[in-house]
């Protein structure tokens, strides 16, 4: 035996991925939208985010330093959280806003379970409960795009100047969904003119609108074809996977569809379940936080049965709930039920199927 | 799309471009060979040679140890110059003969029975035992084992496995290519051993010229069809490659392919067969890839079985580059071997060199739970719960889990980007269990 060469378990090649490949590609993938957000929202969306990110960070490595365990901030998730805090507050927040919100998600939402991997709430949308929870008006309110081209109310709802004069004053919100929520909860205005405000909202230009960002909201939701593009990059990565945003936007359809109308049952056009797909933050919820690797089911199945719950519990919140929105409580309410869904949707082992069958044949 | 596979499974870079032209080459006879006595799966063989015996090629030097086991043979004329523990293929040490060469190449005489095809399948049957067969894509199983099911288990499909999905090798293929009559020679006898009325020869896309010459020459064999599968990893493997070709799946918990009516034979097993059956010829030499991107002269090399790796090597012009580790198979399943004075055995499909960058293995980091190993899982296995099991010592659940079935085709630690030794922990599982099932 002369020379003593490597010896290891095979296999004794690797593909190129790591989990900061993984991260940063992520992080790629929402440049996108941060872009469509700067341009409707102006620069402070960028500041908001750094603030946002360099938070995210900062706390990742204090924590890690006081427990005495490698700092791994280069790996990217920190930043990842950071970014999704920014996405969800509006571009006229205080800058510590967006701090606190870091703070939090990497504090109580990640590092308290002993950091990535373990976590059991996406730490984002924990950061961004704990906001809502605890500023529900800066969180909620006060959404005006600063960009003139995106009043939804002059651009989008043509009928709307006709309306008699005391209707704005109900469906003064500022996100579309925040009428649709105001529309259906009121009695102040007649069921013809909920109707004309309903299709409206669900009409092409509206969703035009929607698709495109020229709406009102906060900095990372309001373009769902910059959401999907940086959405295309990680499917064709293999970063995401189809299954969990398919299921979660499919269940979304189909509810909406069937239970989104003014009176409760069958709406009255194929666009409404399109208006409550690009609404709100359900594409930047489906693709980038539902789909989160630590926080959702390991087996195909399992990842299913998580998107079709979150898709349930969000209709749920928007057509009943007392919000217009709920991607982000029906994502951390899915989180949950995770390890259940993970330990009865265990995969039949390859060949498992023909076991049976002989002993039932035979 | 529409081509035959299986579900699951990656597509690592089959770098076989470094070898796939070159021609076979004949290796000169080696000063010495070691022959271990387990060079398949089941019991290891008894010698019945000692110290200083003369031997000729093709001479018996052990016995089977058992009805699962095989016969071995030496692959060069010389004498018997030591039976001790030597460094084996797999990794550790084992039990061989050592033959030193009298550089005269004196054979056994051979037969050549023209009217194999008309001898009876026992004649058969026991011409491949006596032959020392074992398969020869990696596994190593017994070929008459795989050519004796119990009468209730009749074969209705043979399947010749010529995918060699594993990166680097070229072996298998270039067999395909040059000694094509002798493997369809070699498939009609075992189709006849097992009254199978189907045969089937299944080679992975990647290899168009393959699939148009077995094409060319099967077009007047209407019961034998060539099935060309889908270019992916591992569909070589035998439950995978049964599945694309058949639509079977073989039963999990230790099932075999000849429990739903298949065997699988690799190619070279198939030429190996014929040379057994028509010219009583044993098993003493194979072809053998020896590649990688720091070989000056990667080759598919025909040699005697128990040439030591360093002189197959010296054969391929030896390496550019400081070796950093060497693989004896494939880089996806194959051994890390501490040493290069190691012999090829009738398994070994590959000697593979890598550099001392390649060689590097990242360290582990925590499971994102991102599910990339149950995706491409062949088996449909949850591999990251596995290995979480074994490494907590829950042999149990790890076992619960299937960490039986797995064939450790190494997939799962192929695409984690937390770089867990997915392999490494199934395997320690593995032996676990099966002590555990010892004692009980």
């Known amino acids: 035996m002369s020379d003593v060469y490597a010896v290891s378990a095979s296999p004794h090649i690797k593909q190129r991925i790591s989990v900061p490949s993984v991260m940063w590609q992520v992080v790629l993938a929402l440049t996108p939208a941060l872009l469509v957000g700067i341009f409707f929202f102006g620069i402070q969306s960028l500041i908001l985010t750094i603030y946002a990110v360099i938070a995210a960070v900062v706390t990742e490595a204090v924590i890690q330093r006081l427990r005495k365990v490698p700092i791994t901030v280069s790996d990217g998730s920190a930043v990842v959280t950071g970014i999704l805090i920014a996405f969800n507050i509006n571009s006229a927040s205080p800058w510590w806003l967006p701090v606190v919100g870091s703070v939090f998600a990497i504090t109580i939402g990640k590092q308290i379970f002993g950091g990535l991997g373990y976590n059991i709430f996406n730490p984002a949308l924990l950061g961004r409960a704990f906001l809502v929870a605890s500023w529900p008006t800066l969180m909620t309110a006060g959404w005006k795009a600063t960009n003139p081209l995106s009043n939804i109310f002059e651009s989008s709802i043509n009928g709307l100047k006709d309306l008699p004069s005391n209707v704005p004053a109900v469906i003064t919100s500022a996100t579309p969904l925040g009428v649709a929520k105001a529309i259906r909860d009121t009695t102040q205005i007649s069921r ?153 949707t265990i995969p039949r082992i390859f060949g498992e199927i023909k076991i049976r069958t002989r002993i039932n044949t035979n | 799309m529409g081509l035959k ?16 032209d070159r021609h076979i080459e004949e290796m000169p006879l080696p000063k010495k060979v070691i022959i271990p006595l387990s060079q398949h799966i089941g019991a290891i063989s008894n010698p019945i040679v000692k110290h200083g015996d003369e031997v000729l090629v093709g001479q018996k030097i052990a016995e089977p140890g058992g009805f699962v086991s095989i016969p071995m043979h ?52 026991k011409r491949v035992a006596d032959a020392g067969i074992c398969g020869m894509g990696g596994a190593g199983f017994p070929t008459h084992v795989k050519l004796s099911p119990p009468p209730e288990k009749p074969i209705d499909t043979l399947i010749v496995n010529g995918v060699e999905c594993e990166p680097y090798l070229t072996a298998d293929y270039r067999i395909m290519l040059e000694h094509t009559d002798d493997i369809i020679n070699g498939l009609k006898i075992l189709k006849k051993i097992l009254g199978a009325k189907k045969g089937i020869v299944g080679i992975e896309v990647n290899k168009p010229d393959a699939i148009k010459l077995f094409k060319k020459l099967l077009k007047n064999e209407s019961d034998i069809k060539v099935i060309g599968l889908k270019l992916k990893y591992p569909q070589g493997a035998e439950k995978q490659l049964i599945y694309a070709a058949t639509k079977r799946r073989v039963p999990n918990k230790g099932g075999l392919p000849m429990d739903i009516g298949v065997v699988v034979q690799n190619v070279g097993t198939a030429i190996a067969v014929y040379e057994a059956v028509r010219y009583k010829k044993p098993l003493i030499d194979r072809v053998i890839t020896v590649s990688g991107k720091i070989v000056k002269n990667p080759k598919n090399v025909k040699a005697r079985i128990g040439v030591l790796f360093s002189e197959l090597l010296d054969f391929c012009d030896g390496t550019y ?120």
């Open chain 1, 192 to 344: 013809d003119m909920a109707e004309t405000v309903m299709n409206s909202l669900a009409s092409a230009d509206t969703i035009q609108n929607l698709f495109w960002g020229n709406i009102g909201g906060v900095i990372g939701e309001v373009s769902a074809a910059a959401l999907l593009i940086g959405a295309a990059y990680l499917a064709y990565k293999h970063i995401i996977e189809w299954r969990i945003p398919i299921s979660y936007i499919g269940t979304v359809f189909v509810l909406t569809y069937i239970f989104g109308g003014i009176n409760g049952l069958f709406s009255v056009s194929i666009l409404l379940p399109v208006f409550h797909i690009f609404s709100g933050g359900l594409i930047l919820g489906a693709f980038f936080m539902a789909t989160d690797m630590v926080t959702s089911p390991v087996t195909k199945k399992g990842r299913i049965i998580f998107g079709i719950g979150c898709g349930i519990l969000t209709v749920v919140i928007r057509l009943v709930g007392g919000y217009p929105e709920g991607v982000s409580y029906s994502i951390l309410l899915m989180n949950i039920a995770v390890p259940l869904i993970d330990r009865y």
């Open chain 2, 5 to 20: 596979t299986f579900p699951g499974g990656i597509h690592p870079h089959d770098l076989k471009h470094y070898s796939k």
């Open chain 2, 74 to 125: 030496a692959s060069i004329s010389g004498k018997v110059t030591k039976i001790d523990k030597f460094p084996h293929p797999t990794g550790i040490m084992a039990m061989g003969i050592e033959i030193t060469s009298d550089e005269k190449d004196n054979w056994i005489k051979l037969e050549d029975d023209e009217n194999y095809m008309e001898l009876s399948v026992d004649e058969m049957k």
């Open chain 2, 321 to 440: 580059e400081e070796i950093g580790k060497v693989i004896s198979g494939g880089p996806m399943m194959g051994f890390a071997i501490p040493s290069l004075e190691t012999p090829m055995t009738k398994g070994s499909s590959g000697l593979i060199l890598f550099n001392k960058k390649e060689a590097h293995k990242e360290e582990e980091s925590t499971c994102l739970r991102c599910g990339r190993c149950v995706d491409v899982c062949p088996m449909n296995l949850v591999p990251s719960l596995i290995a979480h099991n074994v490494r907590h010592e829950d042999w149990e659940m790890a076992e619960k889990y299937g960490v039986m079935d797995c064939m450790k085709c190494g997939s799962c630690a192929y695409v984690c980007p937390s770089h867990i030794k997915l392999i490494q922990w199934i395997d320690i599982g593995k032996i676990k269990v099966t002590e555990k099932r010892n004692q009980d």
